[in-house]
């Protein structure tokens, strides 16, 4: 039976991090199925979604904090299952642009789950220099959720924090 197990990793940038926790891996006998990477500051960031019997999923648990120490990385693994795939009629890829402001994210993540879509992705970036931000979202849409109204009301609520909003539409989309 296939194992899952989550890892996240942080510390400071460095070449190198990415394969030997790549390596690791591989010494362990998993499987990498998935991952994200992000530089934050001068800080590396790294989670990975990895496969194995129970007993490669055991070793490589036993052998991250070593190897954790060794990197100078903070890092939680933790247990998980295989993901079920949700059937959903539309995905939808939201741009928020606009003047940056304290309580931007918690007003937009507070509108999207009162409307009971599923946020599948979330990027942010805020320029210091000329206070502005853009917030990438892709959102996964029910079935039972009007599409146009729930357009509408997008574009209403960009409108009602001072921000332009654009929206593209996919269909036939699994999470």
Known sequence: MTEHLVVTA???DRPGIVSKLARLASDCDCDIVDSRMAIFGN???LILMLSGSWSAITRIESNIPSLSAELELLTVVKRTSKYIQTNYATRLEISFTGKDERGTMKAITEFLAAKHVDVASLRSHAEEDN???QIQLTVNVPTQINLNELQK???SFAASISLVCEITQQTDIKK
């Open 131 to 133: 206070l502005s931000q």
């Open 153 to 155: 009301d997008i574009h």
């Open 10 to 12: 942080m510390g400071t």
């Open 43 to 45: 800080e590396f960031t």
